[in-house]
């Protein structure tokens, strides 16, 4: 399915939900969410779902622990980013990105490769926040709320083509044997030296 008819076909799929939210709508939109290759308007409303997850979850163990538990508050901000950075990975490989088939990127390459992402982000946004606000002439917040949105979308696309993406689907004529091919002569001869 091309990717135009997918979108329609999810748009159709949100307004008929829209319209079913006056009756008892959370089982279809549940329904809606868990349904593996769902196309990208729901892949990016999972995305989002699991965004606010995890900012809540980071945010909440942050606190908890500077606040409740007198941990300092930078050994908690490491601990808050550490949990939000294993509860954000997981939420991505078993709910926004969930599909028939396999993963192409074995596990091990997943979590590689999402590290290097999160610490590429993480760079972006911290040079960005530095350099970004003097040379504009405008506040930090404003830089970070810009680089955010930028590293959010780009991240949509890196997990949903890189990292989090199925493997190739296997054509009836991939699954064939090939026919046996005998190698010519030229391919199988030894050349003699000549004198």
């Known amino acids: 399915m091309s990717g135009e008819a997918q ?17 008892p709508a959370k089982p279809a939109v549940a329904r809606m969410l868990r349904e593996p ?27 908890v622990l500077a606040e409740a538990f007198a941990v300092p508050f930078q ?34 390459h997943q979590v590689g490769r ?11 946004t911290a040079a960005s ?4 606000p003097s040379a504009l002439g405008v506040s930090t917040e404003a830089v970070y709320l810009v680089t955010v949105t930028v590293v959010v979308s780009t991240n949509f696309v890196v997990f949903r083509n890189g990292i989090f993406h199925a493997k ?8 064939e044997a090939p026919a046996f091919v005998a190698p010519s002569p030229a391919q199988t001869s030894v050349e003699q030296p000549t004198r």
């Open 7 to 23: 979108d329609e076909r999810d748009r159709r799929e949100l307004s008929e939900i829209g319209i079913a939210r006056r009756a």
């Open 37 to 63: 290759d769902p196309g990208m308007l729901r892949q990016g409303l999972r995305f989002a779902l699991a965004g606010g997850t995890v900012t809540l979850v980071y945010l909440i163990t942050t606190t």
């Open 75 to 108: 050994a908690a901000l490491a601990i808050g980013f550490s949990v939000g950075l294993v509860v954000h990975f997981t939420l991505q490989r078993l709910f926004v990105w969930t599909h028939h088939e396999e993963f192409a990127l074995p596990l091990h």
């Open 114 to 124: 999402y590290l290097i992402v999160a610490a590429a982000q993480y760079g972006v």
């Open 129 to 132: 926040t530095s350099f970004l």
């Open 168 to 175: 190739p689907a296997i054509s009836e004529r991939d699954l």
